[in-house]
């Protein structure tokens, strides 16, 4: 069964780091693009970070320089380094990939919350 578990998720102060994790039941090279998104409660997902079959890297603005997404083909897995985090990173993360066939499959979500 094709899913996405993550894993990293947390609490913690304001300028320290979290490294998310998203683990793939499938080669991650099968997919057109992985990455995450946020959720802050109220608000709607919204994406933080992608990276394509070919590596080209997208984030938003709010997180360039601060975050970096990365992967490992051989753990089917896909990384995002998350520093210098700020109260308004709070939000569950959700990790994404978009298929070959255009649909997208979700990984359950994990929280991070930063105090300030």
């Known amino acids: 069964q094709l899913q996405l578990v993550e894993s990293g998720g947390g609490l913690v102060q304001a300028g320290g780091s979290l490294r998310l994790s998203c683990t793939a039941s499938?080669?991650?090279?099968?997919?057109?693009?992985v990455g995450w998104y946020r959720q802050a409660p109220g608000k709607q997902r919204k994406l933080v970070a992608t990276?394509?079959?070919?590596?080209?890297?997208i984030y938003v603005d709010s997180v360039k320089g601060r975050f970096t997404i990365s992967r490992d083909n051989a753990k089917n897995t896909v990384y995002l380094q998350m520093n210098s985090l700020k109260p308004e990173d709070t939000a569950v993360y959700y990790c994404?990939?978009?298929?070959?066939?255009?649909?997208?499959?979700w990984g359950q979500g994990t929280q991070v919350t930063v105090s300030s």
């Open positions: 994404y990939a978009g298929l070959l066939t255009a649909a997208t499959i």
């Open positions: 499938v080669p991650i090279v099968s997919f057109n693009t």
């Open positions: 990276i394509t079959r070919s590596d080209s890297t």
